[in-house]
């Protein structure tokens, strides 16, 4: 009857679900706010979402930043439901003074710039060959160059 016993309790543990735990975030995002009813009605809303640990708010810059075991999109789409122009943080610092940075943008905060995602083809692909030809065409090496003016 002991067995038994041991059995169903050990048992009993297997029926329960395990729910997978979620991941630690740090979601900034970019809200539109005027006033402090509109940072008041933001910080709100995502203070009350479920794993949200702590929110900040930098009205200067338009930037809310979230931290807790949530998921970015859920917070982006929680930050919108307020009525709020809301997107993810748009901006990266700018730190390689060798490059030359990217288009300028006039709302980036100082030394931010615009996250561009550079997209780089494959050089099997149609399009690149495509366009080496049209760069060969009027290159200064073609003698029939300007042959079309």
């Known amino acids: 009857m002991g067995a038994a016993f041991s059995e169903m309790v050990v048992g009993s543990d297997m029926g329960r679900r395990s729910r997978k735990r979620k ?3 740090t979601v900034e995002l970019k809200v539109r706010m005027d006033c402090d009813g509109c940072e008041l ?27 807790g075991f949530v998921e970015p999109q859920r917070v982006l789409r929680r930050a919108k439901s307020t009525g709020k122009r809301a997107e993810l943080w748009p901006y990266v610092p700018y730190t ?8 300028y943008d006039k709302r980036a905060p100082a030394g931010h710039v615009r996250r561009v995602d550079v997209v780089v083809p494959a050089s099997g692909d ?10 060969t065409l009027f290159s200064d090496d073609n003698p029939n160059g300007c042959a079309v003016m």
């Open 96 to 103: 390689n003074p060798y490059m030359a940075p990217p288009p």
């Open 126 to 135: 149609g399009a690149a060959s495509q366009e080496e030809r049209l760069v």
């Open 41 to 67: 009605k933001v910080k709100n809303t995502l203070a009350r979402m479920r794993g949200v640990q702590s929110v900040e708010i930098n009205r200067k810059q338009q930037k809310v930043t979230v931290h």
């Open 23 to 25: 991941e630690f975030h």
